[in-house]
């Protein structure tokens, strides 16, 4: 449910091109199977993981004994309309000196997903879901992710609560965990949650629940205000969505929203999230963080160089908060888009470790996942070691498996975060082959072939070769990053007018070229498209 994205090293055009699966000769109908082939992804659950499902299934929610009953508070689930399975809510109250109390109440898989059985090993294997547009390749079979766990409204379910306590300056001054059961009192939409933010009362939503809602909002921004504030990155780049015909085909993309609504969700997570990771580890328990180390000096040093070469003075970027300092400043200026999208290249993906603690994105000393247990074996495990820290003090893992899960738990996430890039990329190569089009483009990289280009509209990229800039001889500058024939000069940030010339199956990528005399035919617009905003990464 977090809406904090993976950070990522920036791949090589050949690292891309040998993991896109080959896609001539089968219809656009086939290219999720195709890419759940390629990748190794499973079509279907082993015989003996399902009716461990449907037994659990048949015996509903399960015992309540020994759990917080919180089934009369008011606590609500904030999702996408399209949402089917609901694995976190969220409450509010005041206590007795005034402090606001965060309820992040989570659900316990764990309760139902035992060490041992079958469908603990097969959601270890699987290690996460995976979201190829329109299918998912679960972690859990859905009697479980859609069922008995998700969080549906007026239905007794089992959690794992966090409670945080904020003073009036929004300080974590007191933190506590347990089993609870609750019943969810509202199942909210983004879109209703933005409504009452925006001050556009909703008659689906009593004023009581209403007034909740809206100071859950203000604790929000006041935790996102500080986070900022210590050195987290506001890094954000465009987030679309692609839409499909009955077919397959791609028809255009569709903007995903990210505006207040969604930071009141994320911004809770986090806090979760945090509190967890730092309740175990400063108690000598060793868990799977979520990594997020600081990036190596010389990625830094090749950044400051490469800003410099387009008249960007970064200044020391070897502090975290300098980098966050930065990219303040540069959030309105013309090159902003272009100066994210670079630093976000220079910095390392964000992984499972066992040996190591902090998030070098969202500045936080101990960070790991804990809110979508659902969705990613990391959270369960992290469930189980909670719980046992809560009942007996301990919560300990060995070291060994720990590790082993790590790593397995990294390389599935980059496997299933490689699929959903493919087939992304799949789809968007099948729409500009039969529709060809003309776009604005930025240019992201220079090289003496050519310039690599992004392009807002396709959230893709692609490439410029030297021969389609200029019928004269092109000459590059490393030291400028430029190429140049004499009339013109190309550089990072250069914004472009380009048409499609080629789709490269082959070689897996674009190929554009200036659009200049080019006569723009109207079906070759990318239909349901706006400019995407800068999303935080």
Known sequence: MCGVKRMREEESSEEKREKLPLVKGHTAKDDVTAVMRQYNLPERFPKMVLQEAKRLEADGVGDLKGRLDLRRKFIFTCDPVTAKDFD???????????????????????????????????????????????????????????????????????TFSAFLTYDREGRCIGRRF???????????????????????????????????????????????????????????????????????????????????????????????????????????VRILARLHAQPDPERLEQLRADLGAIGVSCGDLSHGKNVANFLKKMKDHPLGNTVAVMVLRSLKRACYDARKMGHYGLAKDFYAHFTSPIRRYPDLTLHRQLADFVATGRGRMPQNRLDAAAKHCSEMEERADEAERSLQEIKKFRFLEENGGVFDATVSRVAKFGVFVDVPALATGGLVHVSQLSNRFVRFDARTLTLADGNRTWRLGDTLRLRVVKVDWANRWVDFAPAAGFRENVRNKVRGVTAPKRRRH
């Open 88 to 158: 976190d809510a969220l409450s509010l109250e005041t206590d007795r000196r005034g402090n606001r109390v965060l309820g992040v109440h989570i659900a316990d898989v764990s309760y139902y997903v035992r060490p041992g059985t079958a469908l603990d090993r097969e959601a270890y294997r699987r290690s996460t879901s995976v979201y190829l547009l329109n299918r998912v390749v679960p972690m859990l079979p859905e009697v479980l992710s859609n069922g008995v766990c998700s969080l549906v409204p007026g239905e007794d379910r089992l």
């Open 178 to 284: 347990a089993k609870s059961v609750i019943r969810s009192s509202a199942r909210f939409t983004y879109e209703q949650v933005m409504a009452l933010i925006a001050g556009r009362p909703q008659r689906a939503i009593p004023k009581r629940q209403a007034r909740t809602v809206l100071a859950l909002h203000a604790l929000a921004q006041q935790l996102r205000t500080r986070r900022f504030a210590e050195g987290a990155l506001d890094l954000e780049v465009p987030e679309t969505e692609i839409m499909l015909d009955d077919d397959g085909m791609m028809t255009g993309l569709a903007e995903r929203p990210y505006d207040e609504s969604h930071q009141l969700v994320e911004e809770c997570m986090v806090a979760a999230n945090e509190a967890v990771a730092k309740e175990l580890w400063t108690h000598g």
